[in-house]
């Protein structure tokens, strides 16, 4: 029998109380991290009304299993991003945002897809330098603040021409769901003395100038994000990553 079946049986026979113990306490403690920046208070437009593009939401579900393997979870994915665009339209409906969403990724143009890739990397270098131990010396300021300065270049405006929108709207999340075993691995390891990572969840929002290709605003979420294969997961998902983004 390998590593891995061991483990879960273990888990199942043996460390079944510890598990669901471990389980209520993430819980019960589970709260949503979130670190802002905002170059801007209030939208601006051209029109009566800002327009926000959303770009097709950059959402992935996977389940760790017990030898830490990350394995893509389609079912979980799809559910997960269904339910937080229908979440995302409900919110801005509610807060009076004109919001029009790109129908799928598959719809993308290469450029527009390259936008929504590089996106990805300037949000995650975002967060390790503007909210992170060590930040770039090109953007520090005095007395330890970091200047938010961040850009996907001016070529970004194409889209808005394209849209007619004035601001892109990007999300980036994750959530890894520890399995059964992961937790059962992560308990005996902890009683060897030794730390065993388990599940996580997070990502970030960005949006972005269309004139300018400026990132004005960025919400960055963690820990208690909101379980988004849950209709009611994915509202307050959203209301944690959007809860502080200017309105017009």
């Not at 589970?30 to 950059?58: F, H, K, W, Y």
């Not at 599940?199 to 605003?217: C, I, K, M």
């Amino acid at each position: 029998m390998s590593d891995q079946n061991t483990v879960e049986r273990v888990s199942r026979r043996i460390l079944k109380p510890l598990v669901l113990l471990a389980s209520g306490v993430i819980l019960l403690t589970g709260c949503a991290a979130t670190q802002t920046a905002s170059q801007i208070d209030q939208l601006e437009s051209v029109v009566e009304n800002p327009r926000i593009l959303l770009m097709p939401p950059d959402i992935k579900y996977y389940l760790l299993t017990a030898s830490g393997v990350s394995e893509p979870h389609r079912e979980w994915t799809e559910a997960a991003q269904q339910n937080f665009t229908v979440a995302l339209q409900e919110h801005a409906d509610s807060i009076g945002t004109d919001l029009t969403m790109i129908d799928g990724a598959a719809s993308l143009s290469k450029e527009e897809d390259r936008y929504r890739k590089l996106h990805a990397a300037v949000g995650m270098t975002l967060q390790q330098n503007h909210f992170g131990a060590w930040g770039l010396p090109s953007k520090e300021l005095p007395d330890n603040q970091r200047k938010f300065d961040w850009s996907l270049g001016p070529g970004v405006n194409e889209i808005g021409d394209k849209y007619n929108a004035d601001y892109l709207l990007f999300v980036y999340y994750r959530d890894y769901q520890a399995s059964g075993g992961r937790v059962a691995f992560a308990i005996l390891a902890a009683a060897a003395g030794v730390g065993v990572a388990g599940g996580y969840e997070g990502g970030f929002a960005s949006l972005v100038d269309l004139r300018t290709g400026n990132v004005v605003w960025f919400n960055s979420v963690a820990l208690g994000g909101g379980e988004m294969r849950d209709p009611n997961g994915a509202r307050t998902a959203v209301s944690g990553l959007f809860k502080s983004m200017p309105t017009g």
